[in-house]
């Protein structure tokens, strides 16, 4: 199946860092509960995330200013 790793469902992608990840996850429950827009990205603190909820239960956050894209499942 996939090689990518995931860990409970959470957001996994790109880094190791507990404090980016609980953020990311936070800004994913929001989008879950409609908020898509005018998230921060968590990492450069500048850009804004844009979110596209796929059908298959999965969120996509891309940062328009460092590019950081991010996909996170929900369960
Ligand atoms: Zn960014």
């Known amino acids: 199946m996939s090689h990518r790793s995931t860990r ?3 957001v996994v992608k790109d880094s190791d860092d507990m404090d980016v990840l609980s ?3 936070d ?3 929001e989008v879950v509960n409609g ?3 005018g998230h ?3 990492f450069c603190k500048d850009g804004v995330l844009e979110a596209t909820v796929e ?3 999965k ?3 891309e940062c328009g200013s460092c590019k950081r894209i ?3 499942r929900l369960s």
């Open 8 to 10: 409970k469902g959470g």
């Open 23 to 25: 953020a990311l996850q």
């Open 27 to 29: 800004i994913l429950d």
């Open 35 to 37: 908020r898509e827009d």
């Open 40 to 42: 921060k990205c968590p």
């Open 55 to 57: 059908p298959d239960v």
């Open 59 to 61: 969120v996509k956050l």
């Open 70 to 72: 991010f996909e996170g």
